[in-house]
């Protein structure tokens, strides 16, 4: 299982040099970006598990990120656990449309 995810609207350094940017251009570009990768499990109906095993977060390594699934039609939904923000919980949502050839 892989996930590579990132806010709209990104704002390019202007080279593709490793280096590139100033250290506050690389940390909204981190902090718009996220990723990580490793094994997934499925404990009962409509629950996946990622098992992180590498991230671009050095501190996610090791943990295990439980997400709600559903099929819904020609879609696969999965949903965040809550996390807290300034306004209070959030969580997010994502959809994935089958493509028909």
Same mark, same amino acid.
């Given at each position: ?50 098992? =992180? /095993?590498? #991230?671009?977060? +050095? ?6 990120? *439980? @997400? $709600?699934? %559903? ?11 809550? =996390? /807290?923000? #300034?306004?209070? +919980? ?6 994935? *449309? @089958? $493509?028909? %050839?």
């Amino acid at each position: 299982m892989a996930v590579q995810i990132q806010h709209d609207g990104r704002r390019r350094f202007g080279s593709r040099h490793w280096g590139a940017g100033s250290e506050a251009e690389r940390a909204a570009a981190y902090a718009g970006y996220n990723a990580y990768c490793g094994t997934f499990s499925v404990p009962e109906p409509g629950v996946v598990v990622h098992h =992180v /095993e590498l #991230a671009i977060h +050095p501190d996610q390594p090791g943990m295990d990120k *439980r @997400r $709600r699934y %559903a099929l819904e039609g020609d879609e696969l939904v999965l949903r965040t656990q809550d =996390v /807290e923000t #300034a306004n209070g +919980p959030a969580s997010s949502e994502l959809r994935w *449309r @089958r $493509r028909r %050839a």
